[in-house]
């Protein structure tokens, strides 16, 4: 049923008439079959034990999860598009004052290296992190000099699995279990010195309980700083529903314990 006029005056009307409609005790035309226990803790997550886990080089999950501690109350995260966006969006708890900005428009993978410049700009009194992936960078990472030229307290997170992880792991879907070499770093990409060679105070992680010092050190810091964060790059992100309609496409499912021949 298309409803034609202006958004906020047909959603007020709307929930005028769904207020009426409980206060009157009509009953609903439709309800929820089951309904599912409140899970908490590390259990309502895919995964769960990733979050925890002491694995060297630290897990997208488990870093995310040490993050969580010491990102003050009042952050503006930024996450840019790709395999890391997944992770941020399923395993980074946002709390009520902190802001989550995220270019879903047309989900241009880059955004995030440049957009928290602005923001840092426009409200210098709040902390900025933008976590992005290192194919991000890749594409707009150049823009932290400006951030260095006119010192702008940014901290950029870069997730480095040395690949186009979405699409790696998209396309083992597709491809018999068999990631696209073509996606992955030949050589790998020193993100942290590449930062410190523009200007930018630099720091490596790679292991479970390393990030919360780190950030701290971020935080103290009046300018810009980038944190290069090593994981494990065959840890896949949180695809859902994606990885269904992409493993429709063939007649059978790649099994997940398949080597990496590529």
């Given at each position: 049923?298309?409803?034609?006029?202006?958004?906020?005056?047909?959603?007020?009307?709307?929930?005028?008439?769904?207020?009426?409609?409980?206060?009157?005790?009509?009953?609903?035309?439709?309800?929820?079959?089951?309904?599912?226990?409140?899970?908490?803790?590390?259990?309502?997550?895919?995964?769960?034990?990733?979050?925890?886990?002491?694995?060297?080089?630290?897990?997208?999950?488990?870093?995310?999860?040490?993050?969580?501690?010491?990102?003050?109350?009042?952050?503006?995260?930024?996450?840019?598009?790709?395999?890391?966006?997944?992770?941020?969006?399923?395993?980074?708890?946002?709390?009520?004052?902190?802001?989550?900005?995220?270019?879903?428009?047309?989900?241009?993978?880059?955004?995030?290296?440049?957009?928290?410049?602005?923001?840092?700009?426009?409200?210098?009194?709040?902390?900025?992190?933008?976590?992005?992936?290192?194919?991000?960078?890749?594409?707009?990472?150049?823009?932290?000099?400006?951030?260095?030229?006119?010192?702008?307290?940014?901290?950029w997170i870069v997730e480095n699995?040395?690949?186009?992880?979405?699409?790696?792991?998209?396309?083992?879907?597709?491809?018999?279990?068999?990631?696209?070499?073509?996606?992955?770093?030949?050589?790998?990409?020193?993100?942290?010195?590449?930062?410190?060679?523009?200007?930018?105070?630099?720091?490596?992680?790679?292991?479970?309980?390393?990030?919360?010092?780190?950030?701290?050190?971020?935080?103290?810091?009046?300018?810009?700083?980038?944190?290069?964060?090593?994981?494990?790059?065959?840890?896949?992100?949180?695809?859902?529903?994606?990885?269904?309609?992409?493993?429709?496409?063939?007649?059978?499912?790649?099994?997940?314990?398949?080597?990496?021949?590529?």
């Amino acid at each position: 049923m298309p409803l034609v006029g202006d958004a906020q005056t047909i959603l007020t009307e709307l929930v005028y008439h769904v207020h009426r409609l409980i206060r009157d005790g009509v009953t609903p035309a439709s309800v929820w079959e089951k309904e599912e226990p409140l899970v908490r803790g590390h259990q309502r997550y895919i995964e769960p034990g990733l979050r925890i886990s002491e694995q060297f080089p630290v897990t997208p999950q488990r870093w995310r999860c040490d993050l969580e501690e010491v990102l003050p109350n009042d952050t503006i995260i930024f996450s840019d598009i790709g395999g890391h966006m997944l992770f941020n969006v399923h395993n980074l708890c946002i709390k009520d004052d902190q802001r989550f900005i995220i270019n879903l428009g047309f989900g241009s993978m880059g955004h995030g290296t440049v957009a928290p410049i602005g923001a840092a700009l426009a409200v210098p009194d709040r902390p900025i992190v933008a976590i992005i992936g290192d194919a991000c960078f890749m594409m707009n990472g150049m823009e932290i000099i400006t951030a260095a030229e006119e010192n702008i307290p940014v901290i950029w997170i870069v997730e480095n699995n040395q690949m186009h992880g979405i699409t790696w792991h998209g396309s083992r879907l597709v491809g018999k279990g068999l990631g696209l070499s073509s996606v992955k770093n030949k050589r790998p990409l020193p993100i942290a010195k590449m930062a410190e060679a523009m200007g930018l105070r630099s720091y490596m992680v790679d292991r479970a309980g390393q990030i919360q010092d780190v950030m701290r050190a971020a935080l103290a810091y009046p300018g810009p700083t980038l944190i290069e964060v090593l994981v494990d790059p065959y840890i896949p992100p949180p695809l859902g529903d994606r990885a269904r309609s992409i493993a429709g496409f063939i007649s059978s499912r790649p099994s997940p314990n398949a080597e990496d021949k590529s």
